[in-house]
T-cell receptor, first 115, second 111 residues
């Protein structure tokens, strides 16, 4: 399995500001994803972070609001821009393992509170 | 599009007892993967067990086992000899390309 770290683990931000979340993996992986988990809810896929090209966003998520970078095969960032209280969620990074089972492994998540 | 349904928002069980969490899904695919993830209060998502759709044999991982009924599109998780550390939110997930999660079931294990 891959070991995934995220920074920051939590933050409290003012509305209108932006926060960049970092995701670091201990091995090179092809597939990286960003999810949002609103309080008490399931996980919703925001986008697939593609190395060397623009991220692929799911319906309801746009690049201007959630810009993503993927400079190499072990690192990605997600920025939550112009935040509002509705953006208060846990944001999780995940990667697909290198075995044949397509298992996804998740980072510890970043708990964001927007005031 | 695939959908995953967990009809039990909350479940509770006594320590050392057995509990079964339900999951159904809807797909027109024939080959896919199914997973159960556990998310304790620490919020770390932990893979509990996986099942390949082409395998008829139910997956087992120590105290965790599944009942996979492909025709019925059902994938339940059985936890035997429940432990206090099993207290968590459990998500059923379907994978064909991307991962689709169910709504989750909060499991509480009581001493």
């Amino acid at each position: 399995s891959a070991v995934i770290s995220q920074k920051p683990s939590r933050d409290i931000c003012q509305r209108g500001t932006s926060l960049t979340i970092q995701c670091q993996v201990d091995s090179q992986v092809t597939m990286m994803f960003w999810y949002r988990q609103q309080p008490g809810q399931s996980l919703t896929l925001i986008a697939t972070a593609n190395q060397g090209s623009e991220a692929t966003y799911e319906s309801g998520f746009v690049i201007d609001k959630f810009p993503i970078s993927r400079p190499n095969l072990t690192f990605s960032t997600l920025t939550v821009s112009n935040m509002s209280p509705e953006d208060s969620s846990i944001y999780l990074c995940s990667v697909v393992g290198t075995n044949s089972y397509n298992e996804q492994f998740f980072g510890p998540g970043t708990r964001l509170t927007v005031l | 599009a695939q959908t995953v349904t967990q009809s039990q928002p909350e479940m509770s069980v006594q320590e050392a007892e057995t509990v079964t969490l339900s999951c159904t899904y809807d797909t027109s695919e024939n080959n896919y993967y199914l997973f159960w993830y556990k998310q304790p209060p620490s919020r770390q998502m932990i893979l509990v067990i996986r099942q390949e759709a082409y395998k008829q044999q139910n997956a087992t991982e120590n105290r965790f086992s599944v009942n996979f009924q492909k025709a019925a599109k059902s994938f339940s998780l059985k936890i035997s000899d429940s432990q206090l550390g099993d207290t968590a939110m459990y998500f059923c997930a379907f994978m064909k390309g991307e991962l689709t999660f169910g709504q989750g079931t909060i499991l509480t294990v009581h001493p």
